[in-house]
């Protein structure tokens, strides 16, 4: 029962965030990846329900107050800057067709890694047994569609949700570590992004009022 749990939070998380990468609303977004941040926070409640770890109820707590909070709410967040700037999305450089083909294709081939490729290089034996091997896969996809989130679109609010993504990515690899140990969440803790969230779209607010751009592909333009 408790793994059917935790195998519905993985599969929640990945289909938000699916749903971030290629919705162009950015209301709907931002909607989605609060879904997103939440079913994530959920997995360390699942967590030190399973371990006793009562620190991963506190790093449940931060994330619910930065990521689903502080964040998209915040003056300066997301929604923020998205009601004052710029309601849709700046085209992306790949189109909906081919992302969701690419976005298939990364999500499978980091399911299949960590299912069937790990045994040669997990660090740990536990690394090879349920749920860490679903949770290791889970975590490498989330990065990878992070990366490819920061490649491929080119709209300043998704540039910075990107980072956010390779974040909780980071965040998920570590909370599969040792989540017996207090440590884990408080490294969870201290990395949280929050600040450089701001201070991104800061920037982004700023150029968008001097130069009207939102196009994070002719930022190298206005050196000239």
Partial sequence: MDFDLIKDLYLGVLL???VVILARNLKVCIGFYIGHAFLLSCIYLWYAHQTGNLMMLLWF????????LLIPFAPGGFFYTVKRYQPRETAPIIPFGLSIFFIAILAAGSWGFFHYVIDFVAPKAEALQ??????????????SLGVYTLLTRRDTIKT?????????AIDLTLVDLTPEMAETAVLGILTDVIISVFILLYIGRMLYVRFGVTDTMKLSELRY
């Fill in 16 to 18: 938000t965030l699916v």
């Fill in 61 to 68: 707590s931060t994330t619910v107050a930065s990521q689903i």
């Fill in 160 to 168: 910075v949700m990107a980072l956010c993504i390779l974040g909780n």
């Fill in 130 to 143: 349920e749920p860490s091997r679903s949770n290791l896969a889970v975590a490498f996809t989330v990065f």
